[in-house]
């Protein structure tokens, strides 16, 4: 790529009154990009723009799955959860309990004496 | 050069047909997303997006063990097992597997269902448990599914049916606390509504999404203890058996606050197995639902409106000859034989109708039960004790019984002289326990409850704020007087059957029944309505117990069963001998 000077940034310099340390030298490119470019590169930008937007959603639900899995195990081990507190519940029934081994070991005090 | 079109050329018609197609496809356009937006976006919204119903988990009923709370009734997941006839395709296996995992559950025909290839849906198993249904899933038989439901399940049996209730299939509440409270117990399903994939995933996209989480139902925690109760349903069918009687009621409750201990009934169920009952009967609670003539029980009413309005003291004297008339009607009393000038105190403890009619007679003009002395005994029985009225007590059925005004044209003298030994008005168990209760603790009359609180996801109890409470119905001096008397009216008779050196009183009742309109004497009902505690009052128990055709007596057939059930309660309660 070339860049060529320009005529008026060259022989305007003190009428403009540019001042010191100043550029006064632009370049411009040589490349000129017509209309059919122009629309091309349009399209790959929004096709770009699409893929990117397609990209997070499909990434987006990805973690829809992720989350819907967890949100299925929660529920599992809810259940199982829920499970072994109603047989948690049950052993320690007073049934259970009357009828263990530990109760019918158990003797009627002979005597009881009380703190005062 | 410029370039232009030559009038009619082809590439002018062909341009302008063009024209009119592209005019034709925006009009068409312009109808499909502009006109018609609302109808294609909600077209789109009822495919993609789906509400789904996050069901909200119905509230546990815990009762106390002393002053930890303990699960009463809990929810557990269940599976119901079926086959899509058309879709199975290894019938034998599925009937092999399905059997050998979960016999018990399957329904007698499950080979007659699974063979009928007309229909899609058959359901073979009922309450299939987590394991049940894992291991059936294993074997990933074609044509098999579950559906999950949620069960009530009860870790301790039968405990406390009447009073718990139970949830029908359509997941309501019915009788006892389930219905009483149904609306605390429910909750609040949530609300899920998102865009979902075809599996039906939940998706985030699109800006619709409603996530409403659940509220859970309340966790309540009952005032019933679950050893009081436990104990008092064995005392209770213990002293059924030896009575012969096929009803019976027991209530125990705490005079110091209202709260119910224990409320056992016989006959009973499981609330597990409400569909096996045949006779609904038993889902009710007949200590509040059932009133009744309490009998004798009342005569500490009558001794207590008596000592409070200054008419009688303990020693007050009267001439008891058995029989006394009030207008056109003899009364006699049941016990005979102590004729004479005798005490207050004597006629409570031989429980004496003429005793009973005298005081209402002093509340008079002291011959007469006068119109003031029914007001007076109207008012210190509907208004003080709340006899007659609903006493708010969270349970379903309460019933409010009957109590006739004085101003009523059948609120005579003649009823009121039968009101004051417990006839001529239907009060229930738990109305009568919970004056009596506030008749021994120094005049405080606490409304029953069974809600004690609470219980957050940790276990936690949270205290209910508590019922409100009436001071003062009957004063503190009149209170301790009767409760001397109360208890002299036990240690009389009974003082060797309790354990020495704890206040025991008590009051026996026996209530002839009504059939036909008439009194009969071939069936009577025994109560017995007592207390028991160490420097105070710490518990009270009533008794009742029934039977078609049977004279059951409440010295003979009620007390033993308060009996036990006190006594036990002094070593449950740790109570300390006085002195």
Known sequence: MSYQTTSQFYSSRRQANWNRNQNTVAFVSSVKLGPVAHTVLIALMITVLGLVYLTQATRATGYDYEAQKIDSQIAELSTKKGDLEVENARLTALENVQNSNVAKAMTTPAATDYVR | ?579
Do not use: C
């Open chain 2, 1 to 579: 050069m410029q370039l232009s079109f030559q009038k009619g050329s082809r590439s002018l018609i062909l341009g302008g047909l063009l024209l009119v197609m592209m005019a034709i496809f925006v009009a068409r356009l312009f109808y499909l997303q502009i006109i018609k937006h609302d109808d294609y976006v909600a077209q789109a919204a009822a495919e993609q997006v789906k509400p789904l119903t996050i069901p909200a988990k119905r509230g546990l009923i815990y009762a106390m063990d002393g002053e930890q709370p303990v699960q009463l009734v809990m929810n557990q997941t269940v599976y119901t097992l079926f086959v899509d006839p058309q879709t199975v395709t290894n019938p034998e296996k599925v009937m092999d597997v399905v059997r050998r995992v979960a016999g018990g559950n399957l329904r007698p025909n499950i080979d007659k269902l699974i063979a009928k290839k007309d229909t899609r849906y058959q359901i073979i198993g009922t309450k299939l448990t987590r394991q049940q249904a894992e291991l059936i899933k294993k074997e990933e038989l074609k044509g098999v599914g579950f559906q999950e439901m949620t069960q009530r399940v009860y870790p301790e049996g039968g405990l406390a049916a009447q009073t718990l209730g139970f949830v029908n299939a359509e997941g309501n509440g019915q009788y006892g606390i389930e219905e009483a409270l149904n609306d605390r117990l429910v909750g609040h399903d949530g609300l899920l509504k998102s865009v979902t994939d075809i599996s039906g995933v939940p998706l985030t996209i699109g800006n619709q999404n409603i996530n409403k989480p659940a509220k859970n139902g309340d966790n309540i925690a009952l005032t019933i203890d679950r050893n009081v109760q436990a104990y008092a349903e064995k005392a209770l069918a213990a002293g059924l058996q030896r009575s012969h009687a096929t009803n019976g009621s027991v209530v125990v409750m705490d005079p110091q606050s209202g709260k119910v201990m224990a409320m056992a009934n016989l006959p009973t169920y499981k609330p597990a197995e409400y569909t096996k009952v045949e006779d609904a009967a038993a889902f009710n609670n007949p200590v509040i639902t059932k009133p009744y003539e309490p009998g004798s029980d009342i005569k500490t009413f009558t001794v207590a409106t008596g000592l409070d309005r200054g008419a009688i003291q303990p020693d007050s004297t009267y001439v008891n000859t058995d029989s006394i008339k009030v207008e056109d009607r003899t009364i006699n009393n049941a016990t005979k034989g102590q004729t004479g000038t005798i005490t207050m105190q004597t006629a409570l403890n031989y429980s004496l109708n003429t005793g009973m009619v005298t005081v209402a007679q002093r509340l008079g003009d002291g011959k007469n039960i006068t119109l003031d002395a029914r007001r007076t005994i109207y008012d210190y029985f509907h208004n003080r004790f709340a006899f007659g009225q609903k006493t708010g007590i969270e349970l379903a059925g309460e019933q409010a019984g009957i109590i006739i005004s004085p101003d009523d044209q059948e609120g005579n003298a003649v009823r009121y002289s039968n009101m004051t030994f417990g006839q001529g008005m239907d009060l229930t168990m738990i109305q009568v326990a919970s004056a009596f209760g506030a008749l021994i603790n120094g005049g405080t009359y606490y409304s029953p409850t069974v809600v004690a609180g609470t219980v957050d996801t940790n276990g936690t109890l949270k205290p209910a704020s508590p019922k409100p409470s009436r001071s003062g119905v009957i004063s503190a001096e009149s209170s301790a007087k009767l409760h001397q008397m109360v208890r002299t009216a036990r240690a009389t008779f009974y003082a060797k059957n309790d354990k020495p050196g704890y206040d025991v009183g008590g009051k026996t009742g026996t209530s002839q029944t009504i059939e036909n309109g008439k009194y009969v004497d071939n069936q009577t009902i025994g109560t017995y309505l007592g207390y028991g505690g160490d420097s105070a009052p710490r518990y009270v128990i009533m008794v009742e117990v029934s039977g078609k055709g049977l004279n059951l007596q409440g010295n003979k057939d009620a007390m033993p069963i308060f009996t036990d059930i006190s006594n036990w309660m002094i070593d449950y309660l740790k109570l300390q001998p006085r002195g």
